[in-house]
């Protein structure tokens, strides 16, 4: 049995922290409804892939569920969430809280129908009034937490170009979710679980925002060098690119032996983290002068006999070829509609031993299930073709 067997989840996010969080739940045995505009929504197209034009990130976040379509400004389709509803346990919707209250699904609106409801809302910035309505992308927490000024240099600032704010603040509210089913079990109540990027952003900066607070050091953007600690940075060896990080005394003594300067131990300029991280930049350049006539594979091979964190800079062509990664066993590649080859899904990122997730099922088309689901609410034939004729569903 899965952990989250007999859990039936409305989906209505979009783009990657709401669907996300779904995702997370139906990999471990929960039932998730993805609610699709009808002709589907935005999120599902971005980054095309497939002759329908299904996006990368969408089937990504959207395996193991169904998908009905349905216009949630229409009387009909208010009337369907809320038979819906009645043997749901999570609403998760990542949406502005007035937009929430326009469409019916604020947390007030959804426990008048079902007391022990549980709504998963995550936002751009969170529920204070003065920012609550505001909007945003991953790209926006990013910036806003300092992340971005120190990632470039200092005439360019640089973001990440994945969306590490959108999938961190996914992880949250699969957490929080999971946190306020457990205490339902002992309360029979519901609640909402909020999350933001804003504040995902801020953790996962959360190391350079307190040094700044307490030591205003106002550091400056250093690329890919590490300013606490050192080397850490990227390298170029004759064939390709890697990345080392090398944090504390033990580590740097064994890169010292390793690229010929043992001295380096004992200099009181390399004395801990903070002094390393201080004069990376001359630790750069012995590193650099270490690799420069070496293959990749020569680095590679050094690092890890001296136990150096290392890794291959890949492109996404490598990564997806990658012996390293391959052995991981962390992709399951499905068959999709319309797609040109089987698509490569990665693997829930946390594992239980007795009860492991798994991922059953494609992503959905759009509206695949529309009539299954409405038939099992008691719509007839005829009043689901007459749904479809309005363009309700």
């Not at 936002?123 to 920012?131: L, P, R, Y």
């Not at 200092?154 to 590490?164: D, E, F, H, L, T």
């Not at 088309?365 to 719509?379: A, F, P, R, V």
Request: charged content about 25%; glycine content about 8%.
């Amino acid at each position: 049995m899965k952990v989250l067997e007999g859990i039936k989840v409305l989906d209505f996010g979009r783009f990657i922290a709401g669907p996300f969080c779904s995702a997370l739940l139906a990999d471990y045995g929960a039932e998730v409804i993805r609610i699709d505009r009808v002709g589907g929504g935005e999120d599902r197209f971005i980054v095309p892939v497939t002759e329908q034009g299904e996006g990368a990130l969408f089937l990504q976040v959207n395996r193991n569920k169904r998908s009905m379509t349905l216009d949630l400004d229409s009387t009909e389709g208010r009337e369907i969430v809320r038979k819906l509803l009645a043997d749901t346990d999570v609403v998760i919707a990542n949406m502005p809280p007035r937009t929430l209250k326009n469409l019916g699904l604020d947390y007030e609106s959804l426990s008048s129908i079902k007391p022990d409801i549980i709504l998963v809302a995550s936002s751009a910035f969170g529920n204070s009034e003065a920012v609550r309505d505001r909007v945003g992308f991953d790209g926006v927490g990013q910036a806003l937490s300092g992340a971005v000024h120190v990632a470039g240099t200092p005439n360019r600032p640089q973001k990440a170009m994945v969306p590490v704010v959108d999938f961190a603040t996914a992880f949250s509210c699969a957490l929080g979710t999971v946190l306020a089913l457990y205490e339902r079990q002992r309360s029979g109540m519901g609640q909402e679980v909020s999350a933001s990027l804003l504040c995902t952003g801020l953790n996962l900066a959360s190391g350079t925002l307190i040094e700044e607070a307490l030591l205003g050091l106002d550091r400056k953007a250093t690329l890919n060098r590490a300013s606490s600690y050192a080397p850490s940075d990227i390298f170029k060896a004759k064939d390709g690119w890697f990345i080392i990080q090398v944090i504390g005394h033990v580590m740097f003594k064994r890169w010292a032996q390793l690229v010929g300067h043992p001295e380096l131990v004992d200099d009181p300029r390399f004395a801990d983290d903070a002094l390393r991280g201080d004069n990376g930049e001359f630790l750069s350049d012995l590193m650099t002068t270490w690799c420069a006539d070496k293959t990749l594979a020569e680095a590679l091979s050094a690092l890890e006999t001296a136990r150096i964190p290392a890794s291959p800079v890949n492109s996404p062509r490598q990564a997806l070829e990658d012996e390293t990664v391959k052995a991981a066993g962390v992709i399951q590649w499905m068959d999709y509609p319309g797609a040109p080859k089987k698509v490569p899904i990665f693997a829930t990122p946390v594992s239980l031993s007795r009860t492991p997730p798994e991922i059953r099922t494609r992503p959905p088309l759009t509206g695949e299930h529309t009539d299954e689901i409405l038939t099992s609410i008691g719509l007839d034939a005829q009043a689901i073709a007459d749904l479809r004729l309005r363009k309700i569903v």
